[in-house]
C-alpha cells in the first residue's frame, strides 16, 4: 500500500529515477522509484498519488497495462500521470498516451526544475481534491444509510 501522495517515478536508467527522486524529495515530495510498468501498475493499484513517466519507459504493451489499472480505479478517480518526453512530444505513442489514459500532462525535456516541481505539486492538489470528493461521497451515503434505518 503506498501513501496518497506518493510519486511514483519509472525513468530510462536508475540514475534518472535518483536525480528525480532527490529533486522531488528535496521539495517535500514522497517518492517510490518502480523498475518497470509493472511496478507502477501495482503502484496505481496500491493507492499512490501519481506517476511520473519518461517517454521512453512507454510502449504499445505498457499503455494497455496502464490503461487496465487506471480503468480499474473507481469512479470518482481521475488517476494524473505526467510524461516527460523528448523536444517535439508529437511522436505516435505520446499521442496514443493522451488518448488513451486521459488524464496526463507532457513535460517537454530539457525539462527545467521548478517546473517539474510545480507540475507534480498541481497534480497532487488535484489528487488530494478527488480524495476528498471520494470522502464526501462516502461521507454523504453513511448519512443517507443512518437517515434510511431511522426511518424504518
Request: net charge negative; proline share 4%.
Amino acid at each position: 500500500m503506498f501513501r496518497e501522495e506518493a510519486v511514483l517515478i519509472l525513468a530510462p536508467t536508475a540514475k534518472d529515477a535518483a536525480v528525480c527522486r532527490k529533486v522531488l524529495e528535496e521539495a517535500g515530495v514522497d517518492c517510490a522509484p518502480c523498475a518497470d510498468v509493472a511496478s507502477v501498475c501495482a503502484g496505481i493499484d496500491g493507492g499512490a498519488g501519481m506517476a511520473l513517466l519518461s517517454e521512453e519507459a512507454l510502449t504499445y504493451e505498457s499503455l494497455e497495462l496502464l490503461a487496465r489499472s487506471i480503468r480499474r480505479q473507481p469512479a470518482w478517480s481521475d488517476f494524473p500521470l505526467l510524461v516527460l518526453t523528448e523536444e517535439g512530444a508529437d511522436s505516435e505513442l505520446v499521442l496514443r498516451t493522451l488518448e488513451t489514459l486521459g488524464n496526463v500532462t507532457l513535460l517537454e525535456r530539457p525539462v527545467r526544475v521548478p517546473a517539474l516541481v510545480s507540475a507534480v505539486r498541481a497534480a497532487l492538489r488535484a489528487r488530494r481534491r478527488q480524495h476528498q470528493i471520494r470522502n464526501y461521497l462516502g461521507e454523504s451515503d453513511r448519512i443517507a444509510a443512518a437517515l434510511r434505518e431511522a426511518d424504518k
